[in-house]
């Protein structure tokens, strides 16, 4: 009997660990020895119309190694496929991160793999990768897919693990230092794309935006509890909101319970106002929610404040971020390390995504490289 492939996913995720490290494709979709209980048989989903439109519809985006033709269209049009993340700027963290074989590499943020494929690929033989990821529901999906495509124990370690405790996982899997450390700030278009986890005014979904939901409180909570001056404060520092008190003022301790409501309540505050302005306003709302919600600006100083001391001697660190809060930790971090001989060289200025990566992904329009290397001489501490 063959394994659906739909199922695939669920079926890596339950499997013990070794197991997952040493199944390849083939495998997976081999029949089921006839000791082990069969698959269970899932329907792919009803929908009404000739496409399916919902996250959850998508059959085919969810399972590119057996619709690579749909995927290949849908990423044509410029979109990303359902369940997937498309890596942004690869060629320039490679260019910036230069891995070689033998390297210790760690991704801070392993989201869908695509950034760890690429450094992988670079440090074989002899190198190893430790992948990072808060979020206990793509974890193993991620884990599961690289897996399958050969990256065993032996190279991948993958830990749910924040990065701001960036010391304590190193320690985890044995690593003295790392060569190449990589971090690719914020939510990836699986998270976003998914309105359970209510990260979009795009989709109606649960008002929750917690990266790993095991902890902290939902969105929808904060919203409820925080007072006009911890919301006004929040939409300024998080999203350079400029109508951030008048807004604090209609959502501070009101309930929320789906992202659609909290959109809907946001743009009855503007009246008069253009449709684009209103639509903005959302975004850096949201934005300004998510950042609070995942304690985003002190994980990302807690990250700064580690990397000296893990990147080994001439060691190399990359950084991409998506908003101008987080670019200035890294730059001013980055300045004060070269001035104090932390770092022996920074990158002279922001990269930015090419105008062919921008048009083709358009969520790499915001993204900002910089990088950073280690000095050679100084004493790690
Ligand atoms: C933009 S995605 C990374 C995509 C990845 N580079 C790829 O190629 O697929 C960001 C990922 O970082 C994770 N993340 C964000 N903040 C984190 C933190 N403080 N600690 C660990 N993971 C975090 C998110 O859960 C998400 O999966």
């Not at 253009?274 to 990302?300: C, G, Y």
């Amino acid at each position: 009997m063959r394994v659906p492939l739909e199922t695939r996913n669920d079926i890596c995720q339950n499997s013990p660990r070794k197991k997952q490290s040493t199944m390849t494709v083939n495998e997976s979709t081999a029949p089921a020895p006839s000791d082990q209980p069969a698959p269970i048989h899932r329907r792919r989903p009803r929908y009404s119309g000739k496409y399916p439109r919902k996250f959850t519809e998508k059959y085919k985006e969810h399972s590119p190694e057996r619709y690579a033709e749909t995927v290949a269209k849908v990423l044509a049009s410029g979109k990303t496929p359902a369940g997937t993340h498309r890596p942004i700027m690869v060629e320039e963290v490679l260019q910036a991160l230069a891995p070689v074989p033998g390297d210790l590499a760690v991704d801070c943020t392993l989201g869908y793999g695509g950034h760890t494929t690429a450094i992988l690929e670079k440090i074989v033989p002899g190198g190893r990768l430790l992948g990072l990821d808060a979020d206990p529901l793509e974890l193993p999906r991620t884990e599961s897919r690289l897996r399958a495509a050969g990256f065993g124990p032996e190279v991948l370690q993958v830990l749910r693990s924040n990065f701001a405790g960036l010391p304590k996982a190193l320690q985890q899997v044995e690593f003295p230092h790392a060569n190449v450390i990589l971090a690719d700030l914020g939510v990836s278009s699986m998270q976003l794309d998914d309105p359970a986890r209510g990260f979009t005014s795009k989709f109606a979904g649960p008002l929750d935006m917690r990266m790993n939901p095991d902890r902290g409180q939902p969105a929808s909570r904060l919203v409820e509890k925080a007072s006009v001056e911890t919301l006004a404060t929040l939409f300024e520092e998080n999203a350079d909101e400029p109508r951030a008190r008048l807004l604090a003022e209609r959502l501070a301790g009101k309930t929320f319970a789906t992202t659609t409501e909290l959109a809907f309540t946001v743009r009855g505050a503007m009246p008069g106002v253009d449709q684009e302005t209103r639509e903005l306003t959302v975004r850096r709302v949201f934005q300004a929610l998510r950042i609070a919600v995942n304690e985003e600006f002190s994980a990302l100083e807690n990250l700064l404040r580690h990397l000296p001391s893990a990147l080994a001697p001439g060691g190399r660190v990359a950084i991409l971020t998506f908003h101008s809060g987080e670019d200035r930790r890294v730059k001013k971090h980055f300045a004060a390390g070269l001035a104090s001989g932390i770092y022996s060289e920074i990158s002279p200025e922001v990269l930015r995504a090419s105008p062919d990566e921008r048009q083709a992904n358009p969520r790499s329009s915001s993204a900002k490289l910089r990088w950073a290397r280690r000095a050679e001489a100084t004493e790690i501490g």
